[in-house]
């Protein structure tokens, strides 16, 4: 009975967006109630964004928008115009692999890997938080929008505390 | 999902404009209610209003010691804001209490004051539900009601008022700012929700086309400790069963000052008059909070999966006003221009 095609037929409503994504721009004809998280995987083949519950419970969409972690399931594109948008795409820079794309690597913080690119956005934008303490039970509480069905939580606050550690470790003062 | 119109307003004159108190449009902030509730068929607006770029992001200190926070503000900003850590602590704890980063992230002020219940039957559009579909039933009253509320219901709907914040905002005492086709208007916060009675479907004092500007705090207890609770099925990322929040100030070892308000029990933010009542000028040991607790949940009505509700939110009145005693300044001195 309920209509779940996520990008419906545009209509005469539709709205030309310019998204920002990765760094680069594009332009978009979209129908005003396609959300961010369906604007890169179906029209810009971002597919490293996952669509999990789709209704902010689970974390698999989340991305930044201006640096900030959020779940793009629940963010209209046409409200994302002028922001600055990162995906798991652009978290490598210059073909090296993002500190945490590597410590997810190197502490095995994955098993299937559906989750996976959401704990990576939201641990990427935690080592850039100042406003965030760093015992573990701060760092658990401000990964719980990143839920993960393999129980692979132990493995991410470790890849978390090496991120953070090498990030240090380079002078980076986040 | 349904389809809407689409408009970004960049003033407040120009979304109550392009609203026109048309019931048919709304407007959109953070879309973390909104957007959830329109894909469930719950909320089915013709048009969205984009609020989230007006000029109403600001938190700032008023002349009379009040703190201003614009509508548009984050729960992200607002908890980690300067002004509000120092000088309202149980605000910071009780938005940090809820949901998770990404959602402090883009939820607002003002979209926090006006989000919906998490009834899974108003949640449901197939379901009976009075609030949802005035007059057709509610299926919580014999349904699973577990997570319902036992304070401020009716027979026609016992849906619990889920907000954190909120729960901040009743006890520490707020002004909501309006604006409108009519102009702009005050309301006290805790006057601002309705309960339930005999019509579910009318949430609060919000005209159609009216726009929430500010939330303005009450100017803060001298020396208060503040503690928020939060009790709930996991450790985040989950609403509250009950929570409590409390503002005590001590004189000695007498209360002489407290603000107490309850979540996850309740059909609107709860302030709990009785209990204060019950703890002015008593001294603040364990069975003043217990007696407190009692006259707070006297009039509960529990239903049959939510009985549990009550003494749990018991302790947590019990242990929110002995944390909030702890941290209370033990100083009696000046009052005024504090912090
Ligand atoms: C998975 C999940 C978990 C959550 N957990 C918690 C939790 O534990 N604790 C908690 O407190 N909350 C929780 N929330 C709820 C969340 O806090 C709210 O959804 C959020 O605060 C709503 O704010 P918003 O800006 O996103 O509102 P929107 O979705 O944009 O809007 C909500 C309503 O407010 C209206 N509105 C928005 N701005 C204005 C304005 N300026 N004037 C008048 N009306 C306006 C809109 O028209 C709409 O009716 C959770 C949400 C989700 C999805
Ligand atoms: S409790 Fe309220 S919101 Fe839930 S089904 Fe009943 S009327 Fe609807
Ligand atoms: S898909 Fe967005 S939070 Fe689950
Ligand atoms: S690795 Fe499978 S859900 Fe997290």
Redesign the interface.
Do not use: E
């Given at each position: 009975m309920m209509d779940h095609s996520d990008a419906p037929p545009q209509d005469a409503d539709a709205l030309t967006v310019t998204l920002t994504v990765n760094g680069e721009t594009h332009r978009l004809t979209l129908a005003p109630n396609v959300v961010l998280l369906d604007a890169l995987r179906d029209r810009l083949g971002l597919t490293g964004t996952k669509k999990g519950c789709d209704h902010g419970q689970c974390g698999a969409c989340t991305v930044h928008v201006d640096g900030r972690a959020i779940n793009s399931c629940l963010r209209l594109a046409a409200m994302c115009e002028g922001r600055a948008i990162t995906t798991v795409e652009g978290l490598a820079r210059d073909g090296a692999l993002h500190p945490v794309q590597q410590a997810f690597l190197d502490q095995d913080a994955y098993q299937c890997g559906f989750c996976t690119s959401g704990q990576m956005m939201s641990a990427a934008a935690l080592l850039d938080d100042g406003r965030i303490g760093d015992s573990d039970a701060e760092i658990r509480e401000a990964m719980s929008g990143n839920l993960c069905r393999c129980g692979a939580y132990k493995n991410i606050l470790a890849a978390i505390r090496q991120a953070e550690s090498e990030a240090r470790g380079r002078g980076g003062d986040a | 999902?349904?389809?809407?119109?689409?408009d970004?307003a960049t003033d407040s004159g120009a979304a109550i404009a392009i609203h026109g108190g048309d019931d048919r449009r709304a407007y959109?902030a953070?879309?973390?209610t909104l957007?959830?509730l329109?894909?469930?068929?719950v909320m089915r607006p013709a048009a969205?209003i984009?609020v989230?770029r007006l000029p109403l992001a600001e938190v700032e200190r008023l002349d009379d010691g009040r703190l201003r926070i614009g509508a548009a503000v984050t729960n992200?900003e607002l908890a980690?804001h300067p002004l509000v850590r120092e000088h309202y602590p149980l605000l910071a704890q009780a938005i940090?209490a809820g949901?998770?980063?990404?959602?402090r992230?883009?939820a607002t002020t003002a979209g926090n004051v006006m989000q919906r219940t998490r009834c899974p039957y108003y949640r449901d559009?197939?379901a009976a539900c009075n609030r949802r579909e005035p007059g057709s039933g509610c299926d919580a009253l014999h349904g699973i009601n577990r997570m319902h509320a036992v304070l401020g219901v009716s027979e026609q709907c016992i849906a619990t008022h889920p907000s954190d914040m909120c729960v901040a905002l009743a006890a520490l005492g707020a002004t909501l700012t309006l604006e409108g086709p009519e102009g702009r208007r005050e309301i006290a916060f805790n006057d601002f929700h309705r309960l339930p009675a005999e019509h579910p479907e009318i949430e609060h004092e919000l005209a159609p086309g009216e726009l929430i500007t500010h939330v303005t705090l009450d100017t803060p207890l001298v020396g208060g400790g503040a503690a928020y609770l939060k009790l709930r099925d996991r450790?985040?990322?989950e609403f509250a069963l009950a929570s409590a929040g409390a503002v005590v100030a001590l004189e000695g070892e007498v209360i002489s000052d407290v603000r107490l308000a309850l979540g996850g029990v309740a059909t609107k933010p709860w302030r709990a008059v009785e209990a204060e009542r019950a703890l002015d000028g008593q001294p603040a040991v364990a069975s003043s909070f217990e007696v407190a607790a009692d006259a707070a949940l006297q009039d509960a009505v529990p239903r049959e999966h939510n009985a549990f509700k009550i003494p749990l939110a018991r302790q947590a009145i019990v242990r929110a006003l002995r944390d909030a005693t702890a941290r209370a300044g033990t100083t009696t001195t000046t009052r005024g221009n504090q912090g």
């Open positions: - | 999902m349904r389809p809407f119109a689409f970004t959109i953070g879309g973390t957007i959830d329109v894909k469930l068929d969205l984009d989230s992200s980690h940090l949901a998770s980063t990404q959602i992230n883009m559009a197939a450790a985040s990322y």
